[in-house]
């Protein structure tokens, strides 16, 4: 069975533009979930999608935002980029009924310039 | 929220030592993995363990799930062991998984 999958792995963007991370869960994974991870703050929840919905939410601004297909493949959007949001973007995927193991992808490293 | 502690948040050893890695957690949960970050950001699980013990090579885990506590031993280390340790749970509803600060484990030759 293939991994989670992410793309882009790296970026390069300027301040005030919008990014769009892609990520491609487990096949017969229905939940995703995006996470950041900056030295500072370590490893922190952004969101979970499960069956196209939005299940959970973490503690970030509305310039933070995702969506989910009817394949489970999930999208995180991020608007106005600030040089704060330079970080590790870590997907998971898991089962989401049944089983509570969550997998992870390679990450999309970004830089704001 | 629940609140997770990792310790030591450092630790050097030779290769072939062992080591205790230790997570702390501050309420109920219904999931509990350990995971080992390479040097290229990719978490790699080790185990999935809300409670008991289970064995992987050199490594072992255990959840004390009353105590709200786990342990990760790694036994006869290896450079390649090194990098940063992190527990994470889920919270009884299973919705929300946060992580530990890590611990970040040096193997020197």
């Known amino acids: 069975k293939a991994g989670v999958t992410q793309t882009p792995r790296y970026l390069i963007k300027t301040r005030g533009q919008q990014v769009t991370l892609s990520c491609s869960p487990i096949?017969?994974?229905?939940?995703v979930s995006w996470y950041q991870q900056t030295p500072g703050q370590g490893l922190q929840f952004l969101f979970e999608?499960?069956?196209?919905?939005?299940?959970n939410k973490g503690n970030f601004p509305g310039r933070f935002s995702g969506r989910q297909f009817s394949n489970s493949r999930s999208e995180m959007n991020v608007s106005t980029l600030e040089l704060g949001d330079s970080a590790l973007y870590l997907c998971a995927s898991r089962p989401g009924t049944g089983g509570n193991e969550q997998f992870f992808g390679p990450g999309t490293r970004l830089t704001v310039l | 929220g629940i609140q997770v502690e990792q310790s030591p948040p450092d630790l050097i050893l030779q290769e072939g030592a062992n080591s205790t890695l230790r997570c702390n957690f501050s309420d109920s949960v219904n999931n509990l993995q350990w995971f080992h970050q390479n040097p290229w950001g990719q978490l790699i699980n080790l185990f999935y363990i809300p409670s008991g013990t289970k064995q992987n090579g050199r490594l072992s885990a255990t959840t004390v799930a009353t105590e709200r506590y786990s342990l990760l031993y790694i036994s006869s280390s290896q450079t390649t062991d090194s990098g940063v340790y992190f527990c994470?749970?889920?919270?009884?509803?299973?919705?929300?998984?946060?992580f530990g600060p890590g611990t970040r484990l040096s193997v020197l030759p």
């Open positions: 994470a749970v889920g919270d009884n509803y299973g919705q929300n998984f946060v």
């Open positions: 096949s017969g994974h229905r939940s």
């Open positions: 999608y499960f069956s196209e919905t939005q299940r």
